[in-house]
């Protein structure tokens, strides 16, 4: 996991040169909470949020996309904060890394031959197979591994084009978490499928026990953060209870709760555009 880009810089204020305190939203929606907070974030001379915080959301890496279990968002969280406070990381985080400068610089223009996984997989093949390293294992010198595997890669796509020195970009890509300054705060969802739930495997208490552990802020939204957004219009009075809670799969990708918030937007979206037309 990193750092969404456009919030990854410190902020100083310049009358006290203080750093401002990071609030790191993690969260296990990628869709519908990005788009929120990031619509705070605009917006947060009009809310009024001091400027000496600074909201930080937390987007996935590319072998992370997809993930959507809470307490695995928590293990990786962790397992992220930690590698950016010893500065060891591991060679799946490092593989991460050059993925996303990959998408920043759009150094491939992904398609059917070139797609993300293309290039994920040709990375994962030459650490395992070329080199000889497990995702896993820890990396000794990111400098030394860095132009090992970019040159590799330039050699499996028979090209020069891919920047050799990246090390300085990849050791700088962690999150910038302060422990005694700032917070990490996890947000997810209550619904029934958001957590394991046996005599075994509570992972809804491992969560709760673990964050209290870390001092993170553990956020739940019941049953889902669709639902809460439902909660700001009137229409939330006229919904299925029963589907509400159960928030089933209503077509192949939203389900109950995220299908009639896009209905209260489209209804929003129509009104403005009859007012224009006014």
Not at 170 to 177: E, L, P, Q
Not at 227 to 252: A, E, R
Request: glycine residues 4%.
């Amino acid at each position: 996991m990193r750092e969404s880009r456009i919030f990854s810089e410190r902020t100083r204020i310049s009358e006290t040169d203080r750093t401002v305190k990071k609030y790191f939203l993690v969260y296990e929606g990628s869709d519908t909470e990005q788009i929120y907070f990031n619509a705070v974030n605009d917006a947060r001379v009009k809310i009024g949020i001091n400027p000496l915080i600074e909201l930080i959301p937390i987007v996935r890496s590319h072998s992370e996309e997809g993930w959507s279990n809470p307490k695995k968002i928590l293990v990786r969280i962790i397992k992220d904060v930690e590698e950016s406070k010893t500065g060891l990381i591991s060679y799946e985080s490092m593989l991460n890394r050059i993925m996303d400068y990959f998408n920043e610089e759009k150094f491939f223009a992904f398609g059917k031959e070139k797609s993300a996984k293309t290039i994920w997989d040709l990375l994962v093949f030459i650490c395992e197979i070329k080199i000889g390293k497990s995702m896993n294992e820890a990396v000794d010198d990111v400098e030394t591994e860095c132009t090992k595997i970019i040159s590799q890669l330039n050699e499996e796509l028979k090209t020069e084009n891919i920047i050799l020195d990246i090390s300085e970009v990849i050791k700088n890509g962690g999150i910038t978490y302060a422990e005694d300054l700032d917070k990490i705060c996890l947000i997810v969802d209550r619904d029934r499928e958001s957590f394991i739930s046996t005599p075994q495997n509570n992972q809804y208490m491992y969560v709760l026990s673990k964050c209290k552990e870390k001092k993170f802020g553990f956020y739940v939204t019941n049953p889902c953060f669709e639902f809460w957004l439902l909660l700001h219009f009137d229409k939330v009075f006229t919904l299925d209870q029963s589907k509400v809670l159960l928030n089933h799969k209503v077509t192949s990708k939203r389900r109950y709760a995220e299908d009639e918030l896009k209905k209260c937007f489209q209804t929003i979206k129509r009104h403005a555009m009859m007012l224009n037309l006014l």
